[in-house]
């Protein structure tokens, strides 16, 4: 059974700092990945996706990478803002028939971004 | 606008009470998914459905059922037999095709006393 984890659980930073946010997976065997954005009492917001072949996607400030051998992704934030603020969620999508559409989430990291 | 609605975005029942939770989208998705979100735990899957008029059962389907007699709508009713029901619930949906990628709805908050 595919499990996802994310570490750091919780990371403060000041703004202007660069971070990482890192997720694992156990099962290898993955059609695609994505990073979600949730608010507070508000649903996901999709970031990046990166397929399983590929190595990473870009979106403004957001650079996502994917290992798939290793089973970990990273979400690298540039020039982090207070608005950058928020539960940043990985998943993952399982290869073969059983697991079509289905995604696996991790717990999440919540972010702020104090001024 | 494209996008995906849910309603309501409170709702509040008595034990013992169905209630039916909405889901529409107009991105003219095949596939449409209802998860469950509890405090201190990811997203789990509950039910989805890949085309109109079938839908398989996700990791926690118990308590739970759904329908999909059009393609814009899935809409997910917790039934009494759900035993913890208080939970916000989020429905997404994405192409067959491509990339898979999911988009979701705004949430219900539902609360059961």
């Known amino acids: 059974k595919q499990e996802v984890t994310q570490i750091p659980a919780a990371l403060s930073v000041p703004e202007g700092e660069n971070l990482v946010l890192n997720c694992s997976f156990t099962?290898?065997?993955?059609?695609?990945l994505q990073w979600f954005r949730q608010d507070p009492g508000k649903g996901l917001t999709s970031l990046l996706l990166i397929q399983s072949s590929q190595r990473e996607q870009t979106s403004g400030r957001l650079n996502a990478s994917l290992d798939k051998s290793s089973g970990r992704s990273t979400l690298y934030i540039a020039a982090s803002q207070p608005g950058d603020s928020a539960t940043y969620l990985c998943?993952?999508?399982?290869?073969?028939?059983?697991?079509?559409?289905?995604?696996?989430f991790g717990q999440g990291t919540i972010l702020t971004v104090h001024p | 606008d494209g996008g995906i609605t849910q309603s309501p975005k409170y709702l509040f029942r008595k034990e013992g009470q169905n209630v039916t939770l909405s889901c529409e989208q107009n991105?003219?998705?095949?596939?449409m998914y209802w998860y469950r979100q509890d405090p201190g735990q990811g997203l789990r899957l509950i039910y989805y459905?890949?085309?109109?008029?079938?839908?398989q059962k996700g990791d926690i389907a118990e308590g739970y059922s759904v329908s999909r007699e059009k393609k814009e709508s899935f809409p997910l009713t917790v039934t009494s037999a759900q035993k913890n029901p208080t939970a916000f619930y989020l429905c997404?949906?994405?192409?067959?095709?491509?990339?898979?990628?999911?988009?979701f709805g705004p949430g219900t908050r539902l609360t059961v006393t």
């Open positions: 459905s890949q085309i109109v008029n079938d839908f």
């Open positions: 998943a993952v999508e399982g290869a073969g028939g059983t697991s079509y559409g289905k995604l696996t």
């Open positions: 099962d290898s065997a993955i059609y695609n």
């Open positions: 997404a949906s994405s192409r067959v095709a491509a990339s898979h990628e999911q988009y």
């Open positions: 991105l003219n998705h095949d596939a």
